[in-house]
């Protein structure tokens, strides 16, 4: 089973976003340069997808403008205008007739950069189902409306968003099995998530697909702001501390003072090439040591403070740091290879993890990575950082 075509929810009013969408609907709102569905079709290029329909209502003509100004070849997209009064479901029933078996259904103001290829594997395990793309959220972003079992099957589908035990999101990225769908009759105001959805749950028909990296939309005004941050062409990278970036103490000992930080080599070159190539810098480590008692938090930022400076005066920067100061037996969520330090630093720099990259050296650096989807690197002893972060710029740049 494979999944080529790809439909594009986009035929709301957008009230919310007033009074920009007087002009224009919210998917063709401009985000760092361009209409945000754009960077949607754009993901949908890098996965192979072969045949995008976009459903318009709102000011369809635009849509239709849109597509006949854009310059790609390797993909067919086709805009089908929809009378504005159709509801979510009623888009998708109306034109049946043309959807493929299996089909990627995606809101035209959310996007969410995840790996569509794992999405679909993940989907390739189930049969005659929807699949949810559901967003963990871990740091109050949103509002939660799913509740998931251990199968990964959703129990509950809040459209009214008032269960406050929830916490995964509905994020608008649906893995389709046209067969689900056939015996939902047509009427206009047909709702997707309220007449659709909600009854495929209770038949357990739908099922998720987990991830933390965080969404953005253009749902509001707040959110519009979230969307152009997170979608604008900053470049971040993930460094671990100790054996990264400087020399580790031995076994069971942590640098207490400043006088005990050694780099290694090539490690301050290889912040100043982040530095001259606009990468922003964020560590992330752990220092169990403030949590035996071993040395002080006060003590820890000291250091940190005297890193920085050392990086500066090698034309470097250490941007961000984010520190565990537990104890490994407190558990906490902070810890790697717990991703609490990562979603920190997401909430705060509104981050895409597809667009990162983490260097460490540690088995529990390739597990945080691992579970947040982030491309890993590992710093082996006998490695140089500068080269490898030299490899990275390259392979980005073909």
């Known amino acids: 089973m ?39 079709i754009k ?5 192979n997808f072969t045949e995008i329909i976009i459903l318009a209502g709102y000011k369809s003509n635009l849509f239709v403008d849109m597509i006949k100004n854009y310059e790609e070849t390797s993909i067919k ?42 999405l679909i594997e993940a989907f390739k395990k189930r049969s005659n189902i929807i699949q949810l793309l559901a967003y963990e959220d871990l740091i109050n972003f949103s509002k939660p409306n799913l509740d998931i079992d251990n199968n990964s099957v959703v129990t509950i589908y809040d459209t009214e968003r008032k269960n406050k035990n929830l916490k995964y999101v509905d994020v608008g ?33 739908i099922c998720a697909y987990k991830t933390y990296n965080q969404y953005c939309t253009v749902g509001n005004m707040q959110r519009l702001q979230h969307a152009r941050s997170m979608l604008d062409d900053r470049k971040f990278i993930f460094l671990d501390r100790d054996g990264v970036l400087n020399k ?8 207490t003072k400043i006088e005990d930080i050694e780099w290694r080599e090539g490690s301050l070159e290889a912040l100043s090439i982040l530095k001259k190539n606009s ?25 940190h403070s005297a890193m920085c400076e050392q990086a500066r005066h090698a034309g470097g920067s250490l941007d961000y740091i984010y520190m565990c100061p537990h104890h490994w037996e407190e558990k906490c969520f902070c810890r790697k290879p717990k991703p ?12 895409d993890f597809s667009k990162l990259i983490f260097v460490g050296d540690q088995i529990v650096d390739r597990e945080a990575a691992e579970t947040l989807q982030i491309k890993y690197l590992n710093l082996e002893p006998d490695e140089k950082l500068n080269k490898k972060i030299i490899q990275v710029i390259q392979q980005m740049e073909k």
């Not at 790809?6 to 224009?24: C, D, E, M, S, W």
């Not at 560590?283 to 008692?293: D, K, L």
């Open 340 to 351: 609490g330090m990562f979603l920190k630093a997401q909430k705060d720099l509104c981050l």
């Open 77 to 118: 997209i086709k805009v089908i205008e929809q009378p504005t009064n159709f509801g979510t479901g009623a888009r998708i029933v109306h034109i049946m007739s043309q959807l493929n078996e299996n089909f990627l259904l995606l809101y035209g103001d959310n996007y969410c950069g995840i790996s569509i290829k794992k």
């Open 173 to 205: 990225y649906m893995c389709v099995n046209k067969n689900v769908l056939k015996n939902i009759s047509f009427f206009e105001n047909l709702s997707l998530s309220k007449d659709v959805l909600s009854n495929l749950v209770k038949s357990k028909k």
């Open 279 to 303: 990468f922003e810098t964020i560590v992330v480590t752990n220092q169990a040591g403030i949590g035996r008692g071993i040395v002080s938090e006060n003590t820890v930022q000291d250091i």
């Open 43 to 47: 993901q949908l290029k890098r996965e």
């Open 248 to 255: 580790k103490a031995n076994k069971g000992q942590y640098i």
């Open 2 to 40: 494979s999944i080529s075509q790809a439909v594009i929810l986009a035929g709301g009013f957008g009230k919310r976003l007033g009074p920009i969408t007087a002009n224009v609907p919210k998917p063709l709102v401009k985000v760092a340069g361009q209409p945000f569905l754009f960077h949607l």
